[in-house]
């Protein structure tokens, strides 16, 4: 996984320019994470650096980002060098992470949709659990495993679709397409359904009290500036969602 994300580095950065991650991933990701000031605050499957420098610059004092892709990291970096922020990146595996500290919040896009099994789900749990601080909460924009595959290619419009070449079961990859608007260019990329109740269970295992459910919400400037009617389709198959854990 981690020589192709080198391989797919710059054009996953273009992607992460299209309107929807703007209007209601990353709309919906704050409204999560609530109020930053001062926080500490670990970035994990952090690619790049995109969310990592915004977590700073919306207030989180220490921030950490790790990353596995060895391209990825250098990307964060660079950005690091060009414009320091005191942000730490650290090249590793969840799967091996470890305590590497403990932190206010711990944030991940799309990183437990790459658990291809149920253990696998749970030793990432692990990771994210160890480098909580007691009421420390986990925040994450997830893959939506209960997304009807009928509607896979709704979000055509919005710069990806889905596609599955067997029927939904644990394990099963769903196929990620982006088109970069400016290039026309396409990446894609393997996610991995688990079904809610792995979630859940995976969650309740490692010891987290309470765990909230969030379905994406448009910003009002997303709204102002594409029309309601735009995002409809995003909001009526609900393609990602958001997942916050209090340990």
């Known amino acids: 996984m981690a020589t192709y994300y080198d391989s797919i580095a710059q054009q996953y950065k273009k992607s992460k320019l299209l309107p929807f991650r703007l209007h209601i991933e990353a709309y919906t990701y704050f409204h999560l994470l609530g109020e930053l ?39 964060a970096r660079l950005e690091e060098a060009r414009e320091p922020q005191n942000i730490e990146y650290i090249l590793g595996d969840v799967f091996e992470l470890g305590k590497i500290g403990s932190f206010d919040l711990v944030v991940a896009s799309y990183l437990l949709n790459y658990a291809q ?6 030793k990432m749990c692990q990771s994210i659990f160890a480098n909580l601080k007691p009421g420390g909460r986990f925040v994450t924009i997830n893959n939506n495993d209960s997304q009807p ?13 889905k596609s599955i070449a067997s029927p939904l079961k644990e394990g099963t990859p769903i196929k990620y397409t982006f088109t970069i608007s400016d290039s026309e260019q396409q990446l894609s990329f393997d996610n991995y359904y688990l079904g809610t109740a792995t979630y859940e269970w995976a969650f309740q295992n490692v010891g987290f009290k309470a765990v909230r459910w969030q ?4 910003s009002p400037q997303g709204v102002e ?3 309601q009617e735009f995002w409809q389709d995003f909001l009526d198959c609900v393609p990602i969602v958001g997942i916050e854990c209090l340990k």
């Not at 690619?47 to 977590?55: D, I, N, S």
Request: aromatic share 10%.
């Open 117 to 122: 099994t149920k253990e696998q789900l749970l």
């Open 215 to 218: 379905k994406p919400i448009v």
């Open 37 to 75: 000031g001062e926080k500490s605050l670990l970035d994990l499957a952090c690619g790049e650096g995109f969310y990592t420098r915004q977590f700073k610059l919306q207030g989180a004092g220490q921030v950490v980002g790790v990353e596995i892709s060895e391209k990825m990291i250098e990307l």
């Open 149 to 161: 595959p009928t509607s896979y290619l709704s979000t055509e419009k919005y710069g990806f679709i």
């Open 225 to 227: 500036e594409f029309g």
